[in-house]
């Protein structure tokens, strides 16, 4: 395959940005060319300093992910080579925010259980609750036999049940036969709910959660047991951890860090590569145009793009001739540029998973956050249990708004705030779009610093919100204040939701992308990226664009 000449970067999210700028750097020779439908870069990544303290002090709020993890080496790169060192705000392990976590289980009525993460946890009467699920399930679980289903037992591999490999099965399935019923109801499916807003009981789990599955292989059937022994080869070969990342200082860093972000938002990272970007003699970014079209130029080793202005329908721009295609769009984005474009042949597997929709809300009160919250990260709620003639639920225990769980901002990440300790940042998770979400003014009427209550009339949305929040909190009636301010987010397809069978699909789709043939055979100059392909985390899009182009030279 001849080097690239033209690159098209599709899509100006952290996969695209990223894969953006580590091509300029393995290709300084060939132009790059970045296509955004929106005006902003970015993505799902938005934060916003706003001046909405009664003090006339600022906080940022979150629109989209909030924090990132050391362990995404990925990201500590760019980090070092954007000199982004002296933005950062760390959380360490030891602070509240990163030892406490709790869930709001929906049949055990009223406020919050932690979970439990030491042994003096373990006894703690708040505990208690998840500490009977959690303790049987965790010690019992390496004296469970082998139990996923054949024919994928090891010892018969040579036989012929042996050659159907039973490849994969949802999350709930999963932790269902290593820890029972009761431990993936409520752990299983509140994680699910955090980081995917999606139900366990369709989730992959080799798609998601790849390293338990490799875990249970590891450990002969045990998943504890694979744990145990990948961490004595990880201690054994722990000098060559960031082989391949140009890290510098940031690692030393990183030590007994927990989470991190950045003193004015996660947006700093994209704006920080929008900057390098436009600085670089080989970058073209393209902002308010859509891609409409993709089709080979017969008898020549190029593709043209269609490019249709976002924002005046029928306006279209000369097309865009380029040798190489790094899609960072959704799949299903992908599937209907390929569908419109005749010459064009589809690709499998591009609508087969369902999208998530996430509404985010940011709530700001005037009051330290002990008066309203324990300390601690925030709490995730479970999947209910089923209906029980037994257990009668209220009507707030039914979550109605089908909420996933709330994160205490003020906690982790209280230095981005002008007044910490005397502020409360909350940010409340509802899966799907939430009810009346359209009655809310996407700003508060609080604006104006001199006063200290928002308007007497809430919207809907708003007051409901608050009411379940006391019932979460076990907050007394007429305790949890006004907030000063309130935004709301509807984050519409956001999160993708690897159903079974993800892996499979996608190494099926990059094998049609590598085989050569006539036509639109894409010959490997085609890369498909992002979080629709694998990894939904700031740091997997990060990392999946550092790898695009490797088998271009």
Not at 120 to 136: D, G, I, K
Not at 519 to 546: H, M, N, P, T, Y
């Amino acid at each position: 395959m001849p080097p690239p000449r033209h690159i098209a970067v599709l899509g100006g999210g952290i996969t695209g940005l990223s894969s953006a700028f580590h091509l300029s750097r393995r290709f300084p020779t060939a132009q790059i060319t970045l296509v955004e439908k929106q005006k902003r870069l970015g993505g799902w990544i938005r934060s916003e300093r706003l001046p909405c303290l009664p003090n006339g002090g600022s906080v940022v709020l979150e629109a989209g992910p909030r924090t990132l993890r050391p362990v995404d080496k990925s990201i500590l790169e760019l980090i070092h080579l954007l000199g982004l060192s002296k933005d950062l705000i760390t959380t360490p392990k030891t602070s509240s925010a990163a030892r406490n976590r709790f869930l709001h289980v929906p049949e055990l009525g009223r406020g919050l259980h932690v979970i439990p993460s030491t042994p003096l946890a373990f006894a703690s009467s708040n505990a208690w609750p998840l500490t009977r699920v959690l303790l049987p399930a965790v010690l019992g679980e390496p004296f469970r036999r082998w139990n996923r289903p054949l024919p994928s037992h090891p010892f018969l591999s040579g036989s012929a049940k042996g050659n159907q490999k039973y490849t994969d099965e949802s999350v709930d399935s999963f932790l269902t036969r290593r820890f029972g019923e009761a431990f993936a109801r409520v752990f299983g499916s509140a994680l699910v709910h955090g980081i995917y807003a999606a139900d366990s009981r369709s989730l992959s789990v080799r798609a998601a959660f790849p390293s338990l599955w490799e875990a249970e292989e590891a450990g002969g059937g045990s998943v504890l047991l694979g744990f145990l022994r990948k961490s004595r080869r990880q201690a054994a070969n722990s000098g060559s951890d960031g082989e391949g990342y140009k890290i510098g200082d940031v690692a030393e860093k990183m030590k007994n860090v927990s989470v991190f972000s950045f003193r004015d938002g996660m947006e700093t990272l994209p704006k920080a590569l929008e900057v390098y970007l436009e600085k670089q003699e080989n970058v073209h970014i393209v902002r308010g145009r859509s891609v409409t079209g993709l089709s080979r130029k017969h008898g020549d080793e190029a593709f043209e793009l269609k490019l249709d202005d976002s924002n005046n329908v029928g306006s279209s721009s000369p097309p865009l001739t380029v040798t190489h295609i790094a899609s960072a769009l959704p799949l299903p984005t992908l599937h209907r540029i390929l569908l419109s474009s005749p010459s064009s042949s589809t690709l499998p597997y591009l609508t087969t998973n369902p999208m998530s929709t996430v509404t985010v809300i940011n709530l700001v009160f005037a009051c330290p956050p002990s008066a309203i919250h324990p300390a601690g990260f925030g709490y995730l709620i479970p999947r209910a249990a089923a209906p029980s003639p037994s257990v009668q639920r209220t009507e707030l225990g039914k979550n109605h708004l089908h909420l996933l769980g709330t994160v205490f901002d003020s906690c982790s990440l209280a230095e981005q705030d002008s007044s910490p300790g005397t502020t409360t940042k909350l940010t409340v998770m509802l899966k799907g779009e939430a009810p009346h979400h359209d009655d809310v003014d996407m700003v508060s009427p609080s604006m104006d610093p001199s006063t200290s209550r928002p308007s007497p009339s809430v919207p809907r949305l708003i007051a409901r919100v608050l009411t379940t929040l006391v019932h979460h909190l076990s907050l007394p009636a007429g305790t949890l204040p006004d907030p000063v301010y309130w935004k709301v987010h509807v984050n519409r397809g956001c999160i993708p939701t690897y159903l079974p069978g993800h892996k499979q699909q996608m190494e099926e789709l990059q094998r049609v992308l590598t085989e050569e043939g006539k036509g639109i055979g894409w010959e490997g100059r085609l890369q498909v990226v992002g979080a629709g392909v694998g990894g939904v985390s700031v740091g997997d899009c990060v990392g999946a664009g550092k790898r695009v182009g490797e088998g271009w030279r």
